[in-house]
């Protein structure tokens, strides 16, 4: 590849806080050697069509992303978020005081960009940018997609205390059993619903759970009768005494307000009430006063076993196909923490080989995060994943409880 040099002078304005000219002089050499495009340039080019098309959770991620590079102080920041009210608004702020700043702060932007949104980065036509000159993620940042649960230590279990607001007690480990139902509706009695990756799905929630410390139950491939005998029978077990809390996860098709039953079809109607969850939970008296986290994976749209094709940059299809299915529930009961795939009217899409995201998604984030977050802190994260992809939103569906609950894995 031909490479020419270009001899590149900071235009950043003088301050007494706050970045200086010589900081970035240091941290991007005057003289620089980039494939064909000079990094100002290339920024001004597609100026128009970044603003109009970044999304408000990208603009806080370069935010906070500059924050940390330097770019942009903590005066910056805060101006910059107040005085723009709306994201078209913080955008142009936010690319014009880049473009100030000179070439080595429009060089990080792209970079960054690249980072956070791919798939806007490739549709600007920003493929230019040097490799070598790309900003690093930190450590952690780089092992975002963790297959690995991160533990707590004692110490980050009493920083966290000592800032938490309400929360529920966490038993010690010695003192406890963890109990969480894992149903996953693989096999249907009709062919064309067989839903094909799920068993990637099972294998990835099984492992967290069992790291998070959680006895797993699995009931796999159930009629709608089975299932709400298996919630009913989970419910029931007395090892819930000496537990601090519950997952039931249910990996199925559905349709609004129900999962579907294996022996579900066109003709013959198999479904589960959503209500049920939550009518068989709050009956157990073991479980008072302790959360119960309900994860749902299936489609929230009225079609059944339908084919929903997702297009990357490559021309060939993807194969993913949809969990159409459930729900619209009104929760009856307390301590309730409920995230769905999707959102009401939407399908949840799932890889045929790879299993579906939003599951991946769920366990990626609880490994890197659960250490220090709450559930509800780990849901969002979630749904800011999914709705980076770009293929489903994630939603959290209902809460019953004004406390937090801190998982504190491996303590």
């Given at each position: ?37 000079n990094?100002?340039k ?43 009210g ?21 060089e ?136 601090d ?20 079809n ?82 949840a ?15 990626e ?7 220090e ?9 979630v ?29």
């Amino acid at each position: 590849m031909p490479v020419c040099c270009v001899f590149t002078f900071s235009r950043l304005p003088l301050r007494t806080s706050g970045p200086t000219p010589h900081q970035y002089r240091d941290h991007f050499t005057s003289v620089r050697c980039f494939g064909f495009i000079n990094m100002d340039k290339q920024l001004a080019t597609v100026r128009i069509q970044f603003v109009a098309e970044v999304g408000e959770d990208v603009i806080r991620q370069l935010l906070d992303d500059f924050l940390k590079d330097g770019v942009l102080n903590d005066e910056e920041h805060e101006s910059l978020v107040q005085e723009n009210g709306t994201r078209m608004d913080q955008a142009g702020c936010l690319i014009k005081m880049v473009l100030d700043k000179g070439p080595g702060a429009s060089e990080k932007l792209l970079s960054r960009l690249k980072e956070r949104d791919v798939n806007l980065f490739n549709k600007l036509s920003l493929g230019s940018v040097s490799p070598e000159s790309s900003p690093k993620l930190s450590e952690q940042e780089e092992k975002s997609d963790s297959s690995v649960l991160k533990t707590c230590t004692e110490q980050m279990k009493k920083d966290v205390l000592e800032k938490a607001g309400s929360i529920y007690i966490t038993k010690e480990k010695s003192e406890r059993k963890r109990l969480a139902l894992l149903i996953n509706n693989m096999k249907y009695k009709e062919d064309s619903l067989v839903r094909l990756g799920a068993d990637k799905d099972e294998e990835r929630m099984e492992k967290l759970l069992k790291d998070l410390d959680y006895e797993v139950v699995k009931r796999p491939n159930l009629t709608g009768q089975k299932m709400d005998e298996a919630l009913e029978e989970f419910s029931k077990c007395e090892k819930h005494k000496d537990a601090d809390s519950t997952f039931v996860v249910i990996m199925s098709h559905g349709e609004k307000d129900a999962i579907h039953g294996i022996n579900h079809n066109a003709q013959n109607k198999d479904l589960f009430s959503i209500d049920k969850i939550y009518d068989h939970l709050k009956h157990c008296v073991y479980l008072c006063n302790k959360p119960k986290i309900i994860v749902i994976q299936a489609c929230r749209g009225e079609s059944s076993g339908t084919v929903s094709v997702m297009r990357g940059p490559e021309p060939e299809p993807e194969p993913y196909q949809d969990d159409s299915g459930p729900v619209q529930s009104e929760i009856k009961g307390n301590d309730f923490f409920v995230i769905m795939a999707t959102t009401p009217g939407t399908k949840a899409i799932r890889h045929t080989e790879s299993g579906s995201p939003f599951i991946q998604w769920f366990v990626e984030t609880f490994n890197r995060y659960a250490y220090e977050d709450h559930i509800i802190g780990l849901f969002r994260k979630v749904m800011k994943k999914s709705e980076n992809s770009n293929k489903q939103m994630a939603c959290i569906e209902k809460l019953s409880t004004g406390k937090d609950f801190y998982l504190f894995p491996g303590l």
